[in-house]
């Protein structure tokens, strides 16, 4: 059976025996016929509240905050769309741009080039959130379970605050999008360590798919509706990246509907656990590093036994990275045990841990290996994971170990596609 893994900006083709191989993939709606038509048909028959043009008041000055350049967000259509729709309402000099890089790197001014063209670059502000510049920062108080709140100056300081995303199942907040993108969208470097500490993380409705009673999401709502959101739009993608629907309005009412089409597109039930399974990081933009790919990681030990095998493929043409604490905080122990138990035993949260915390738990009870095409087998091995460059012949080695009778489940698009045991 050939199957072709979502790779960098590409597919990658691996050979697998078809009678101990199951394929789940997302069931995607069609495409919309015109991406942009569905975005401004969206805006104007939100899900509730009022309309964008009916939110804003000439002389207002508006924010908004999209994703940053590790997300597939289809900011071309969106970002222009919102502000046609803007047009004689609030003036071009009124609006900024907040990219909502959470505690990534802001991107660079060609990537934002790519992000959202030309025209939008040169009719408004677009500015990188910086989750480290103090004089950036704004004291909003304490929300949800004790959260300490610092939001973007810009953000804060605007009239009308519109958060944009797109929406699918996320290994620890449930889902992405909607109030994401106010925090840890647009917050401080402390209120992100908070809301991603090692209690938070290891709490079990922390996971693929739940937002009420994830102690994640919980808090992430409540900073959102303590500090105000006046408008937001999210998008559905498909598997190549394609707008499937769009939705608008109260941040609420709007974000619920969308995390129930992602659900019911993404979320694949399977009758028992596989002792291989391989999957992808759904292609880049996701799959541009090593911590991007722990989701990949996470999406296929949903459905691996214990002692079983997951097999990664992801492009990793920006490294670890080396920006952030990521690649640090793998290297300050020797075993994935004890990476996990020294996360678990701390009292500050370090940032990145957290993707070390999801990490190290996955391969406690598995081995993970990495096929890559910008990290070394050193560098790999520095991170307490196997290599490849060889999937098939990996997958048939891992199968022939396990049983005579061991199967294999292929996540072709990664943590799109959220497989999960009935």
């Not at 922390?206 to 999210?234: C, E, M, Q, S």
């Not at 460059?389 to 990996?394: C, K, N």
């Given at each position: 059976?050939?199957?072709?893994?979502?790779?960098?900006?590409g597919?990658?083709?691996?050979?697998?025996?078809?009678d101990?191989?199951?394929?789940?993939a997302?069931?995607?709606?069609?495409?919309?016929?015109?991406?942009?038509?569905?975005?401004?048909?969206?805006?104007?028959l939100p899900?509730?509240?009022?309309?964008?043009?009916?939110?804003?008041?000439?002389?207002?000055?508006?924010?908004?905050?999209?994703?940053?350049?590790?997300?597939?967000?289809?900011?071309?259509?969106?970002?222009?769309?919102?502000?046609?729709e803007?047009?004689?309402?609030?003036?071009?000099?009124?609006?900024?741009?907040?990219?909502?890089?959470?505690?990534?790197?802001?991107?660079?001014?060609?990537?934002?080039?790519?992000?959202?063209?030309?025209?939008?670059?040169?009719?408004?502000?677009?500015v990188?959130?910086?989750?480290?510049?103090?004089?950036?920062?704004?004291?909003?108080?304490?929300?949800?379970?004790?959260v300490?709140?610092?939001?973007?100056?810009?953000?804060?300081?605007?009239?009308?605050?519109?958060?944009?995303?797109?929406?699918?199942?996320?290994?620890f907040?449930?889902?992405?999008?909607?109030?994401?993108?106010?925090?840890?969208?647009?917050?401080?470097?402390?209120?992100?360590?908070?809301?991603?500490?090692?209690?938070?993380i290891?709490?079990?409705?922390?996971?693929?798919?739940?937002?009420?009673?994830?102690?994640?999401?919980d808090?992430?709502?409540?900073?959102?509706?303590?500090?105000?959101?006046?408008?937001?739009?999210d998008?559905?993608l498909?598997?190549?990246?394609?707008?499937?629907?769009?939705?608008?309005?109260?941040?609420?009412?709007m974000?619920?509907?969308?995390?129930?089409?992602?659900?019911?597109?993404?979320?694949?039930?399977?009758?028992?656990?596989?002792?291989?399974?391989?999957?992808s990081?759904?292609?880049?933009?996701?799959?541009q590093?090593?911590?991007?790919?722990?989701?990949?990681?996470?999406?296929?030990?949903?459905?691996?036994?214990?002692?079983?095998?997951?097999?990664?493929?992801a492009?990793?043409?920006?490294?670890?990275?080396?920006?952030?604490?990521?690649?640090g905080?793998?290297l300050?122990?020797?075993?994935?045990?004890?990476?996990?138990?020294?996360?678990?035993?701390?009292?500050?949260?370090?940032r990145?841990?957290?993707?070390?915390?999801?990490?190290?738990?996955?391969?406690r009870?598995?081995?993970?290996?990495?096929?890559?095409?910008?990290?070394?087998?050193?560098?790999?091995?520095?991170?307490?994971?196997?290599?490849?460059?060889?999937?098939?012949?990996?997958?048939?080695?891992?199968?022939?170990?396990a049983?005579?009778?061991?199967?294999?489940?292929?996540?072709p698009?990664?943590?799109i596609?959220?497989?999960?045991?009935?």
């Amino acid at each position: 059976m050939l199957v072709e893994l979502a790779y960098g900006s590409g597919r990658l083709a691996v050979d697998l025996p078809g009678d101990r191989t199951t394929v789940i993939a997302p069931r995607h709606l069609p495409a919309a016929p015109d991406a942009r038509a569905a975005v401004v048909e969206a805006l104007r028959l939100p899900v509730a509240g009022p309309r964008l043009r009916d939110v804003v008041r000439p002389g207002q000055t508006v924010a908004i905050s999209i994703c940053d350049g590790t997300r597939p967000q289809p900011r071309r259509i969106v970002v222009p769309a919102l502000l046609e729709e803007l047009a004689g309402v609030a003036r071009p000099e009124d609006i900024v741009v907040l990219v909502a890089t959470g505690t990534h790197r802001g991107n660079t001014e060609a990537e934002l080039l790519e992000m959202l063209g030309r025209e939008v670059l040169e009719v408004v502000d677009v500015v990188n959130h910086d989750a480290e510049d103090a004089a950036g920062l704004v004291w909003m108080g304490r929300f949800g379970d004790g959260v300490p709140v610092w939001l973007n100056r810009r953000w804060v300081e605007a009239d009308v605050r519109v958060t944009t995303g797109y929406v699918e199942p996320h290994f620890f907040a449930g889902f992405s999008g909607g109030p994401k993108l106010a925090a840890p969208g647009l917050a401080g470097l402390e209120t992100t360590l908070v809301l991603h500490d090692a209690r938070r993380i290891a709490h079990p409705s922390a996971r693929w798919g739940i937002t009420v009673g994830n102690p994640v999401h919980d808090d992430i709502r409540a900073v959102a509706a303590g500090t105000g959101v006046d408008f937001a739009l999210d998008v559905v993608l498909d598997g190549e990246q394609r707008i499937v629907q769009a939705f608008s309005g109260e941040l609420f009412a709007m974000h619920r509907a969308a995390c129930e089409a992602s659900r019911l597109s993404a979320m694949r039930a399977v009758p028992a656990p596989f002792e291989v399974v391989v999957t992808s990081n759904a292609g880049f933009p996701l799959d541009q590093n090593l911590y991007q790919a722990v989701k990949g990681m996470s999406a296929a030990a949903q459905i691996v036994r214990d002692g079983g095998t997951i097999v990664c493929a992801a492009e990793c043409r920006d490294g670890f990275p080396d920006h952030g604490s990521y690649r640090g905080e793998l290297l300050r122990e020797p075993t994935p045990e004890r990476l996990a138990q020294s996360i678990e035993a701390r009292t500050a949260t370090q940032r990145d841990q957290w993707q070390v915390q999801v990490q190290a738990n996955i391969q406690r009870r598995v081995r993970v290996v990495m096929h890559t095409s910008h990290l070394s087998r050193a560098n790999l091995r520095d991170a307490h994971l196997d290599s490849t460059d060889d999937i098939e012949a990996t997958v048939l080695e891992a199968l022939d170990r396990a049983s005579p009778t061991a199967r294999v489940c292929v996540l072709p698009e990664g943590p799109i596609t959220i497989p999960y045991v009935a």
